[in-house]
């Protein structure tokens, strides 16, 4: 026990003493510098430890570890994919404390999960990188853990960390078995082409079926059963058995140190106070501090000014080697100079460079507005300040004549809207309207002048006031998905009904064990942007996963519908409808008006419209009375203090025509619902 | 009616009631004018009742044990504190004490009140002194006291003369009591009675409100008020109605009932002069005309409100004030410094203006140029209202009307007036900080 706690203390202070003396090293000791050291993780959970690490940090420092012990055939990088809550930030944990990278206490919870959304979800948004160092047959292994996002809509993110590896744990639980995400995420790392350890994990669980979950993993993925590996990874059961199957299954990273230097960037992070600090993958040769670097996309030359490993915390060394992964700085000011996929290379050794990803897609486009316009600039640089760190969101200013001055963003998908709107009230205490989610459409155009004036037959639609008259169009196509759907089968019937009316396509059913269906079907993604997956969710208790990849564009029967008030077309009501919908979604959206448009001294009428032709109408009625019976003296300071607050209602309401209508109304027309 | 003779001692002949008030031709830019400072009508709060109707969430205790002898004197004391104050110079134009159940107190405690106002300013003969009074028959047997303690306008909260309706309200009286006090009170003051009626009242319907408001109209005097139930979070009725037990006519069915009994009351010989108030034969409620024509008024009494100028303190501008609402804090407090003004505010000019604006409208005759002029020397309704699309809406559906008399809404318009007024009221603003922003 004493032994235990001695050591403990031993590698919390050697990693302490690296990190502060880094630190004050770059640049001279100053306020912000201390609020990024106690910032430390480590350091804040255990601030007694802080006055021994001012001590030990006037020492040189010195690399704790010596790279050049761990050649390619002694590395494994690999990344942990599951479905959500199947447990993959807990065994991270284990990983990290078996290897010493992290002190075994039981506050280590998700220790890759930084971010306030992460936790909460349960879900990885940013990738992380731990690197382990792991004895196996007597002989000492650098394991490079890279922590990748749990969710499809970041497939992105996950192709670019399963890029960097050779293999992956495929983590199931071992009561709810195979789920959408984990199918999604099967296919990723197995197109690939990597090595895949399944993981079935809970198995502490009263309710752990692991026999069932086997033979679903042999059914779906075609993957033997001898293979798997059960795991608690809560109480550390057979955690050891992971680690030895990485070390003895995943092959090792290609590449010699006698290459020339060549590195793959797969992540990069914006440090206010360090500029770029890119993640790299060593495909081949060595890299030092000093050295002169070159980035194959922009060509420019930078100096190595630091470089290391991630434990899963920044931790300095001398140099890389091929097949090691780890961080680098090398003075690029902007993350575009990082460009993830890029490859660097040795300024005078150039070399081929790798192929690089496509850039990543918005297909789920929401406005955003700060809630009263004096927040406006607030909300402007909480934005800027997030998306740099996620280059995957798309920007564009926007502005309606209800919500004033805001934002179009396009995100990669729901959850990756969701997160980001939760990191922005979260971590910038921003209170920002989020528009329901549109997705972009395309028009084949017909008219040769708007051709030329778009430079190509087809349009791209993202905001409904550009979408081009029938006339001018040959066809208007829409984004479709590829919906993966689980659920146990007594909700077969429910679910396939739900599908239907959401214009799916059933592409396949398959059951994977006796009670449970996997469904897929070709979606328009505009029909699951808004509340399927509630839907879903409520309508099977909660037991059906569903993911979805994006699968194309398909020609579909488009029409733009109006909202008018009173005969008026409400500009920012305006919408893109399938024609088949165009009724239920007028009526739903009158319907809504009318709840929140105050009745008035006249009538209103609250018209949904195609063209010239009223589809959908609801009514306000007049008032026929609205005055206060009462007014006498003892009655003015209450009258006086609500009619103000009506009149400054009134003064921010806006006017169609003759009719008043509060933000409030567009807000609940317009607002993504609440769940 | 000795106390009344004794009160209108000072009374200067030349002083009319102030609806014949004439405005001088220079008039002061201040709001705080002489023409308005030197009057006011005084409102006394008394704050028990024996218990709780089911619709009311008044300011009003449900007394425990018998303060009245502290009470008058408190009341007293605090008029003597407020007038002084207020250095009304000329005369109180009106006095009117309301609840609570008023006529729950002493003769004597109205008498003395009225004596200390008596000793401080000059009351004009005129003066009207209103009662509100429960027809019970306590209330009734007291009429006579009261007439003699120097009341001469009563104000009888008959309410309705459904038995079924009285008690589910929650009154303490019946209609035969309502019906005995109305007898006797305009036996005492003919032509100084009015009789609350409300309508809008639990599964009541126009058919039965217009029989009810026929048989009322003929025993009544020539003042009517008529209130819509209005239900008050809080209240009994309020969770009744929540609960699903009672159910409220519509607000359809209620804008029936109003129209229906402005056009019975008016074949009656009714002039309707305010929203909820009318009149025939000129007896029109002159402390209440003080309140919607922007008139000084001071509040004593437990959670009173007051509007009036501190010139005794040299104040400039009017405040509103706010007395104690817990009478036995208001009690402490009274004893200690004389009053118990709890909040004071001062009004701006433009929140004046608004007051004058949103009580003034009440009225059928609405806002007249000169009455404006008097607290707007600088900016008229013309050049508030007349430019205005808006208004000029307004004025098409025949809602309001603007023309050489003055501001006022239609007969139709009217019973709309609240969601006119905030339209009004942003106008009113614009004008005033543009005027503002010009000088």
Sequence with gaps: ?675 | TYMFRKASRGFSPGLRRFSDLKVTEHVPESPASPRLTEQASLYVHWPYCLRRCTYCNFNKYIPKENNEDIMAKCLQRETETLLQLSQVSWYVNSFSQGGGTPSLAHPSTIAKILETVSKQVNLSDEVEVTLEVNPTPVGMSKLKDYHHAGVNRFSIGVQSLQAKDLKSLGRDHNSLDALQTLAEARKLCPGGVSVDIMFGRPNQTTELWSRELSEMLRVCDDHVSLYQLTLERGTQLFKQVQSGQVTMPTEEITAEMYQCARTTLQQHGFQQYEVSNFAKNNSESRHNLSYWTGRQYIGVGPGAHGRFVPLGEGGVAREARTQTLEPDVWIREVRQRGHGTRRRIQLGHLELLEEVLVMGMRMTMGISHKHWELFSPELSLLEIFGGSLVVQELLQRGQLILDDRGLRCSWEGLALLDSMLPVLLVELERSFSQKLAAN
């Design chain 1, 1 to 675: 026990m004493t032994y235990f706690l001695v050591k403990q203390l031993c590698d919390i202070s050697l990693l302490g003493r690296v990190l502060p003396f880094k630190v004050c090293r770059r640049k001279i000791p100053s306020y912000n510098i201390c609020y990024r050291v106690l910032r430390h993780r480590l350091v804040k959970s255990l601030p007694v430890l802080s006055s021994s690490f001012r001590s030990l940090s006037t020492q040189p420092a010195k690399d704790a570890v010596d790279l050049s012990k761990f050649p390619v055939d002694k590395i494994r990088n690999f990344c942990i994919i599951a479905h959500i809550d199947h447990g993959k930030s807990t065994l991270a944990d284990r990983l990290l404390e078996m290897t010493g990278a992290i002190a075994k206490t039981e506050k280590n919870k998700q220790v890759l999960d930084k971010l306030q959304v992460e936790r909460e979800r349960g879900i990885t948004v940013k990738a992380q990188t731990a690197s382990l160092f792991y004895s196996h047959d007597g002989q000492e292994y650098l394991l490079n853990l890279i922590d990748t996002p749990g969710h499809v809509d970041f497939s992105y993110e996950v192709s670019r960390s399963l890029s960097a590896c050779q293999g992956v744990l495929l983590i199931i639980d071992a009561n709810q078995g195979i789920q959408a995400q984990t199918v999604a995420n099967f296919y990723l790392a197995f197109e690939a082409q990597l090595a895949i350890i399944p993981v079935i994990n809970k198995i502490d669980l009263k309710n752990a079926d692991p026999e069932r979950v086997e033979s679903q993993i042999e059914k779906v993925f075609d993957i033997p059963r001898e293979e798997c590996i059960r795991i608690s990874a809560k109480l550390g059961t057979n955690v050891e058995a992971v680690l030895q199957a990485v070390v003895e299954r995943i092959p090792h990273p290609g590449g010699s140190v006698d290459d020339p230097f060549k590195a793959l960037v797969f992540d990069s992070n914006f440090d206010h106070y360090r500029g770029v600090v890119a993640n790299i993958a060593v495909i081949g040769g060595r890299v030092k501090k000093g050295d002169k670097i070159v980035s194959a996309h922009l060509s420019k030359t930078y100096e190595v000014n630091e470089l290391g490993l991630l434990r899963p915390e920044e931790h300095a060394t001398q140099k890389l080697f091929a097949g090691q992964v780890g961080y680098i700085i090398a003075g690029m000011k902007d993350v575009k100079e990082a460009q993830i996929g890029d490859t660097l290379y040795h300024h005078d050794h150039p070399v081929q460079a790798l192929p690089g990803f496509k850039p990543a897609k918005a297909m789920v486009f929401a406005g955003m507005y700060p809630m009263d316009q004096s927040e406006y600039p607030a909300l402007r640089s909480a934005i800027e300040r997030l998306t740099l760190n996620d280059s995957s969101v798309t920007v564009q200013r926007d502005s309606s004549l209800a919500l004033g001055a805001g934002w179009r963003l396009g995100f990669l998908g729901l959850l990756h809207m969701e997160v980001f709107n939760q990191r922005l009230e979260q971590e910038y205490n921003a209170s920002v309207i989020v528009t329901s989610p549109t997705v972009p459409y395309k028009a084949i155009l017909s008219s040769a002048k708007l051709i030329k004036e778009h430079g190509g037959e087809e349009a791209t639609i993202v905001n409904p006031a550009q979408f081009p008259d029938r006339s001018v169009v040959l066809e208007y196509l829409e984004p479709m998905v590829l919906g993966t759907i689980l659920a146990p089968d007594a909700y077969t019937g429910k679910i396939m009904s739900l599908c239907l009316s959401r214009r799916g396509v059933q592409k396949s059913m398959v059951y994977i064990d006796e009670q449970r269906v996997m469904l897929k079907y070709l979606f328009p993604l505009n029909e699951i942007v808004v509340d399927f997956y509630d839907l879903l969710k409520s309508m099977s208790s909660g037991y059906a996963s569903f993911d979805y990849e994006n699968a194309d564009y398909q020609a579909a029967d488009l029409i733009k519908m109006d909202i008018l008030l009173n005969g008026r077309p409400v500009e920012e009501l305006t919408t893109i409808v399938h024609r088949e919908r165009a009724y239920s979604t007028g009526k739903a959206m009158c319907e809504r008006l009318k709840e929140s448009i105050p009745r008035q001294m006249f009538e209103i009428a609250i018209q949904a419209a195609i063209g010239s032709k009223v589809i959908a109408r609801e009514t306000v009625k007049a008032f026929r009375k609205n005055v206060l019976a009462k007014c006498y003296g003892g009655d003015i300071t209450r009258k006086m203090k609500l009619l103000k607050r009506q009149a400054e209602g009134k003064k921010k309401m806006r006017r169609v025509g003759n009719v008043d209508v509060p933000k409030d109304a567009f807000i609940s027309v317009l607002k993504r619902k609440e769940k």
